[in-house]
Structure formats: structure tokens, C-alpha cells
């Protein structure tokens, strides 16, 4: 990922209604749900979805499908992957001690057997 894309997707999340949304969305998965079933579920007028379902869609982090009459939403999780991996891509590569996948502090003993 670009930083430019990170910073757009971060931009996306910043605020608090766009980032209920993709929560939402995460939860639910791949199967996704319909602008109603959001309107429903969030407690948010239409309109104010729309505009936040767009910028989401705008950003990469949410794709929009259509099945019969209905459009769903759901998450692009390779987005969404690739957005955590930019942010931790190189996580603890300045630290005088390496970690684990957890970014915990590897013992010095730990890292002579890991050797």
C-alpha cells in the first residue's frame, strides 16, 4: 500500500459514523448488507449513509455489489489487510531487541536459540 492510500483510508476512518459503519460491515463479512438493513441497524437518516457509504467506497475499504434489485456493501478485506500491514510493516525494526508477531520483547536467551 501507498502512503497516499493509507492516508486516505485512515482519512475514511476518522470518523466516528464511517468507522461504525466498517466495523459493522467487518462484522457481517463478505455477505455484506443493504443501505436499509444499515440504516436500520445504525440509527442514521439515509442520506448521511450515503455520503458516508461513499467515502468508504472512495477510499478502497468497502465495494458495493449488486444482487437482483438490491445493492449490498461489504468490506474489502484485502484493503483492509493491506492497511494493518502498511501500519505495522515494520514494527520494532529501530528497537534494540527484536519481537514476536505480538511485538512483544524477545528475551535475549530466546533469540540465541531462535538462531
Known sequence: ???NDAITALRALASDARLAVF???VKRGPEGYTPSELVERLGVRAPTLSFHLKELVHAGLIVSRREGRNLYYSP???CMNDLVGFLTDNCCS???RTCD???TPVAAA??????
Open 1 to 3: 500500500m501507498k502512503p
Open 23 to 25: 466495523r459493522l460491515l
Open 76 to 78: 474489502d478485506f484485502e
Open 94 to 96: 529501530l528497537a534494540d
Open 101 to 103: 508477531t505480538a511485538c
Open 110 to 115: 530466546s533469540q540465541r536459540k531462535r538462531a
